[in-house]
């Protein structure tokens, strides 16, 4: 009887798989799935695979267009689902069509492809939240399906070697750790939608000026234990579908024709099975392909617009070169291969989108979830914050922080559910400057309802003066916006906003300053206001969000991702020149704080650090070492008065000086504790994170010694010292 339930069994499957490749596919591997269909497939079909149109403008050359930024018809005789590869991290960017001066521009999808945009890629990362990425994720790459969309072109974790760089808003700060760990979580979340996350822009695309050209120049150990290093956690933490290869070049290399960095070290060392697109323009040559490159992005449609170099890189002549057998034919199978072993592995073939309307107020609530644990308390004397809930006059200044919170600008930027909150205005290119339309002063009125709140657009310093000093406290918002395409001229604020604080400091010595910035900023007032509150581009709540820290509904628990350096000069590079070459090798794997640490420089702010309205303390340190494997224990206690999270922060030192800088951060974990209560909290720190990159050698090398151990509030506040005494060892590359 068994025998005959089992040939009954085995011969139904054998059906299915005849009548449904697919269907009978789904118990196999996303490998195993690829090769069975790249087996049914001609050279014609595979060809198809490695090139996306760019169908911004849906300019509709290629039916079945939607408006993404790069999007490969489906093949509909072998059950291949279309690609729509659209932005970003933020959320799903709904490309505007300029309508000329004076107007507001069109949408490629209309009104109802506006979206909920979460707060900067950066306020993410000052979260220390893997989960507040997962959750951000998750909810963006939701609307995207619901959109049609199966490709998020999100993931971008450039390190911050350069405050000023104009997307430093859509990046994860300076550390690999943190940035890998927090982008980690943002992958993982995308792609439990069924959709692919591209982590991007491998690699050292750390500066806008000259970005399609200029060349970022690193020796390898540096190279290794930062920018790629990040990559490296980050692609094994969160599993992306795909990688973006920059526009820039690498050590005279651009990146998508530079075999070193896609072949040998991402494809190769790191095992990476996923594919590499390139970004919009970045390709070079038919020969990318035997670099690495896998698919050149947003070709032309026939429409004649492209930001190609040269929209027919894989078109023409890259049949030809195969026909030539300059490009092996099993060259062009491995491309494919990864494409579709990506898009079985994250569910393109299983769930496709289903368009449906977005469900806004549930998305609303994690952009504002997020928003509350980025913000982050920088200063707070005179126990200024929270304001008291008897306070009777509220002076709002400035930055229409009567109606709507600033966003960054590019192909980051979201088009928020309603419209932005005032006329979006044009950037220096083809980015737009949008405020998303959530009130700080409406949210922090329902908090105080029994205060008088009054508005001042802060045009007149000496009228928005005479009104903070009538009041019983004064708030300044300032802003800096940034945009992809272009970086900061400098650290400071723009439009005399610091003549305003200090006029409005002047006239009332409550004066709390909230910063909306993509990035680092100087800050010359700081001595002079009570308070400043760090709330980044906050996203589709960020009024709510900034109203509840301000007015203690919640407690602050941002830790700044990036260092505020006092002045440029503090920088490796104090101005950014119009060079075709930038010098990283000047920090070298030095970055953020690890370089203020071995120049012994005094940052405005530290990285790690942020302010809470409770205390908290760290005691009971115990470090257990077995081998390369380090374990650190210690003990939280939220001293104070009022409930909170908290990120105490492990670092690392290498023995002798033998590191890139005097400590490393090796770990962290933020946790939620009322008053009076404690929790233990163990860190495992990753063996790379003792090791240096041994070039020669081709391998991560631990050396034997005595590793200090640091317990901290912030880099520069560490509380609990120890030592794991480690043996000599190895880690693979
Ligand atoms: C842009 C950006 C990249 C983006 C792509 C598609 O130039 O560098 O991040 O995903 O083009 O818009």
């Known amino acids: 009887m068994k025998l005959t ?3 009954t069994a085995l011969f139904t499957a054998l059906s299915l798989a005849s009548l449904s490749p697919a269907l009978a596919d789904q ?142 808003f859509e990046y994860l700060g ?28 491998y690699a050292l695309n750390d500066q806008e000026t000259n970005r399609l050209t200029v060349s970022s120049n690193i020796d390898e150990r540096a190279m290794r234990e930062s920018d790629l290093f990040a990559f490296e956690l980050a692609i094994e933490d969160g599993h992306p579908g795909s990688v973006m290869c920059g526009y820039n070049k690498v050590n005279g290399v651009w ?24 970004d919009w323009g970045a390709d070079h040559g038919v020969m990318d392909a035997m670099a690495g490159t896998d698919q050149v992005s947003g070709i032309d449609a026939g429409s004649g617009f492209s930001l190609g170099q040269s929209s027919s890189t894989f078109g023409a002549p890259l049949l030809q070169a195969i026909g030539k057998g300059e490009i092996p034919r099993g060259r062009l199978e491995d491309m494919v291969h990864r494409i579709l072993r990506s898009m079985y592995a994250v569910g393109l073939f299983d769930h496709p989108p289903v368009i449906k309307p977005l469900d806004v107020e549930a998305d609303a609530l994690v952009a504002q979830r ?6 982050v308390l920088l200063k707070n004397e005179q126990d200024q914050l929270p304001l008291k809930s008897d306070i009777k006059t509220v002076a709002i200044i400035g930055s229409h922080a009567d109606v709507g919170v600033l966003s960054g600008g590019g192909s980051a930027e979201v088009w928020p559910i309603g419209g932005p909150a005032i006329p979006a205005v044009k950037g220096p290119d083809w980015q737009w400057k949008v ?86 900023v100087k800050m ?84 790690g650090f942020g ?33 909170g999270m908290d990120t105490p922060q492990v670092y690392v030192s290498l023995p002798g000086d033998s590191g890139e800088a005097p400590r490393r951060l090796a770990g962290f974990e933020k946790v939620s504790l009322q008053p009076g209560q404690s929790r233990t909290v163990s860190v495992t720190i990753d063996p790379r994170l003792l090791a240096t990159f041994d070039v020669s050698g081709h391998q991560w090398k631990i050396g034997a010694g005595s590793y200090p151990i640091q317990v901290g509030h912030s880099s520069r506040d560490l509380a609990l010292k120890g030592e794991a005494a480690v043996v000599a060892s190895t880690v693979a590359p």
């Not at 890998?180 to 939608?193: H, K, L, V």
């Open 174 to 201: 300076e550390d690999p750790l943190l940035a890998a760990r927090i982008d980690g979580g943002e992958i993982r979340g995308i792609q439990s939608q069924h959709v692919i996350s591209t982590i991007k822009h």
């Open 255 to 278: 990146d998508c024709s530079n075999k070193h960095l896609l072949n040998d070290i991402l494809k190769g060392d790191w095992k990476y099975p996923g594919w590499v697109m390139t």
């Open 5 to 7: 339930i089992a040939r």
């Open 611 to 643: 302010l809470s309205y409770s205390r908290f303390d760290y005691s009971d340190l115990h470090v257990n070492t077995q081998g390369k494997r380090v374990t650190v224990s210690f003990k939280v206690s939220n001293v104070g008065d009022h409930a």
């Open 435 to 520: 405020y998303d339309p959530s009130s700080p002063m409406k949210a922090l009125q329902k908090l105080l309802p029994n205060a008088k709140i009054t508005y001042d657009d802060g045009t007149d310093p000496a009228k928005a003066a005479a009104l903070a000093k009538s009041s019983d406290v004064a708030l300044v918002f300032a802003t800096q916006w940034t945009c992809e395409g272009v970086d900061q001229p400098n650290l400071s604020l723009s439009d005399k906003q610091d003549d305003l604080i200090d006029t409005v400091a002047a006239a009332n010595t409550h004066t709390v300053v909230v910063l909306e910035n993509g990035g680092p």
């Open 27 to 168: 118990t196999a591997s996303p490998d195993q799935r690829a090769a069975t269909m790249l087996k049914r497939m001609s050279l014609e079909d595979m060809h198809h695979m490695v090139q996306s149109y760019n169908d911004m403008m849906a300019l509709q050359q290629q039916p079945g267009g939607i408006g993404a930024a790069g999007y490969v018809p489906a093949l509909p005789k072998l059950g291949i689902p279309a690609q729509q590869q659209n932005d970003a991290g933020i959320g799903v960017h709904n490309y505007p069509i300029d309508q000329g001066p004076g107007k507001q521009p069109a949408h490629v999808r209309g009104e109802a492809g506006n979206t909920t945009p979460l707060p900067s890629t950066l306020a993410i990362a000052a979260t220390w939240n893997p989960q507040i990425a997962y959750e951000g994720g998750r909810m963006i790459a939701g609307e995207a399906h619901r959109q049609g969309i199966n490709v998020l072109l999100a993931g971008g974790m450039n390190l911050t070697r350069e405050p000023r760089d104009g997307r430093t």
């Open 524 to 607: 010359p007032w700081l001595s002079k206001v009570n308070a400043v509150v760090e709330a980044w581009y906050p996203g589709a709540r960020g009024g709510e969000a900034i109203a509840g820290v301000l007015a203690g509904k919640v407690n602050p628990s941002g830790r700044l991702p990036v260092t505020f350096p006092q002045d440029e000069q503090q920088l490796p590079r104090p101005q950014i020149t119009n060079a075709q070459e930038v010098d990283y090798n000047i920090e070298g794997a030095a970055v953020g704080y690890k370089w203020f640490d071995k120049k012994n420089l005094q940052p405005l702010f530290p990285f």
């Open 370 to 375: 997020a928003a509350e644990q980025a913000i």
